[in-house]
């Protein structure tokens, strides 16, 4: 159950997407979720609709992986759109009560479920396409300026790496302990909140006993593959821009100026 | 010449309670191991080899005594990153040293450390996985290996950093036999191929078999060392301190107490039944 979690998940490939500088796609997507916030009208809507189906299209993962990644979220997208449903301005269309539901409200739910699809989908496609060393490597460079006013950014990187690396690894013991502890007669989901909160303190006892542990571990192994810091130190991987990192930030422009145009020519509908 | 020199070392942790008598976890060693070897370090649990084993790349230093790696004394701190790059440590737990997401990404952390070019890191990490025979697996994700193959690939990760000698905790722990076989077939061929020195951490006798040397090691001292067959020929003295010896070794033994008559003690079973055959002839 735990391991239903792609967060992170590499998919190994070649397509187009994949041999991006992992810099650009990390400035792209930026760019990208901000502008699906900007969709104020239909068109511009349908236009990043049909960009987030393209870069699916190409990033050569199978859909089946996007949708789990959606599977975790849905139940925030449909609870965020019947909010919205109900709170629109404007002449009710339909009222029960003191419910009511406007024209303006159905659109509000429409755009902020269309929304959210495409930046879950728009961001898995990042972690699928990117392997974690790679994407921590590219924040790691980009926020290089920071080290001026002493920010650690090496020391946060790696830690992200780290991070990354043992999330599986934690999931998976997390898993363990849960069966060993209903394996003595611990019983997880009966009771009320209290008692179930209750139940989880001995799997997080040792949850984090061994966390701790492990960190110290992990400590010393990379004390013995002399590492010492980010100074001084290569990388095996060498990015750097090429003509295809081009050919994604024009696309990205592309859109984002359709958008603009959008807004402009139409009419808010929200 | 000696490339790992222990002089009468002693070490204990700290964090032992108060009020008893201070334990040495490791209690007054000497030892040393020559370039190009391969040794055998046994003992059971807690009678510190893996103490001893952290003595090797400076991760410890001793309270008492000397250690020196290829000549240059552990307690220089300015030789620290030298040591290291020269004896590289496997420990024990493989999900513990696997630091990166990516297997080739992991073995090319020690590289990427050292400040190697990146066009050497890709050379040399093709190379440690083709000696691992785990190239294959390059663009896979550690958390979903067996214990084995994630044996081999922190090896890899050592490999990588080009050591001159590898010293290895315990690496058979927790595999199944045929885990164990490609750990340990990995390790006789880069001391044969590569000429690189190992050190083999163990509680197994049938592991130590292989080896060139053994070090048996009891509650911190060394209690004897010697060759494989004279080290396991010391059966009663291996008993008595509750160290089994290779069931083969033991046959002949209970046999010659019976008043069969052997010249020899066999390590392994080939050799015993060879040695059985001529007797029954
Ligand atoms: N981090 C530690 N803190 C305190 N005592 C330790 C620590 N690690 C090991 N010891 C103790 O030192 C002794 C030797 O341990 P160790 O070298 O791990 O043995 P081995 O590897 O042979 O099983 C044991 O008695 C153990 O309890
Ligand atoms: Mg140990």
């Given at each position: ?23 650009s ?33 190409i ?62 989908l ?33 020391e ?12 599986p690894?934690?999931?998976?013991e ?77 696309g ?19 | ?15 032992i ?60 701190e ?115 191929e ?7 951490i163990?509680?197994?006798?049938d ?24 080290v ?46 001529e007797?029954?002839?």
């Open positions: 159950m735990v391991r239903d979690i792609t967060l992170g998940q590499y998919y190994p490939g070649k397509s187009f997407l994949h041999r991006l500088d992992p810099r796609k990390i400035i792209l997507l930026i760019a990208y979720l901000v502008i699906i916030f900007c969709t104020f009208n239909y068109l511009s809507l349908l236009l990043v609709t049909i960009f987030t189906a393209l870069v699916i299209a990033s050569g993962v199978p859909f089946k992986t996007y949708l789990k990644s959606l599977k975790i979220v849905i139940t925030i997208v449909i609870i965020t759109s019947i909010l919205n449903l109900f709170y629109g301005t404007g002449e009710p269309i339909w009222q029960w009560w003191i419910i009511s539901v406007t024209a303006n409200g159905i659109n509000r739910a429409i755009f902020v479920t269309i929304r959210i699809i495409c930046l879950i728009a961001s898995s496609c990042l972690t699928f396409t990117t392997s974690p060393t790679d994407l921590t490597d590219a924040l790691e460079r980009l926020l290089k300026p920071l080290n001026k006013i002493h920010f650690p950014v090496h946060v990187s790696m830690m992200m790496t780290l991070a990354l690396r043992f999330v690894t934690l999931l998976e997390t898993d363990k302990i849960m069966q060993a502890q209903k394996a003595r007669g611990a019983d997880m989901e009966a009771g009320n909140l209290f008692t179930r909160i209750k139940a989880m303190i001995p799997i997080l006892v040792p949850l984090f006993v061994s966390a701790f542990r492990r960190a110290y571990e992990v400590a010393t192994a990379m004390e013995c593959r002399c590492y010492n810091g980010g100074s001084g130190r290569t990388r095996m991987k060498v990015i750097h821009m090429t003509k295809r990192d081009a050919v994604g930030f024009i990205v422009a592309l859109i984002i100026i359709g958008v603009f145009i959008c807004n402009i020519m139409m009419k808010k509908v929200i | 010449m000696e490339f790992i020199s222990a002089q009468d070392i002693y070490f204990s942790y700290e964090e309670e108060v009020g008893k008598k201070v334990i040495n976890a490791v209690d007054g060693v000497s030892l040393e191991i020559k370039k190009g070897e391969f040794v055998a370090l046994l003992g059971h649990n807690g009678c510190g080899k893996s103490t001893m084993a952290k003595h090797f790349n400076e991760m410890l230093l001793p309270d008492k005594g000397k250690v020196f790696v290829d000549g240059d004394d552990t307690a220089d300015s030789k620290t990153f030298d040591i290291r790059k020269k004896v590289g440590l496997v420990l024990q737990n493989p999900d513990n040293q696997l630091v990166a997401s990516i297997v080739e990404e992991d073995v090319a952390f020690g590289p990427e450390n050292l400040g190697v070019p990146p066009e050497k890191i890709r050379e040399r990490v093709d190379s440690a996985l083709k000696a691992v025979d785990m190239y294959e697996y390059r663009k896979n994700a550690p958390f979903k290996l067996s214990g084995g193959q994630k044996k081999r690939i922190a090896i890899a990760g050592i490999l990588a950093m080009q050591p001159e000698c590898i010293v290895l905790d315990e690496p058979t722990a927790m595999l199944d036999p045929s885990g164990r076989d490609e750990v340990l077939s990995t390790l006789i061929k880069l001391n044969r590569n000429n690189i020195t190992i050190v083999l163990t509680h197994y006798m592991e130590a078999v292989l080896a060139d040397r053994v070090i048996v090691m009891d509650a911190g001292k060394i209690l004897t060392e010697g060759k494989p067959d004279e396991f020929s010391q059966v009663e003295l291996l008993k008595k301190h509750r160290l089994d010896v290779p069931q083969a070794t033991e046959l002949i033994y209970k046999l010659r107490g019976c008043g069969v008559n052997f010249d020899k003690v066999p390590l392994t079973d080939e050799e015993c039944i060879k040695m059985l055959e007797v029954l002839k």
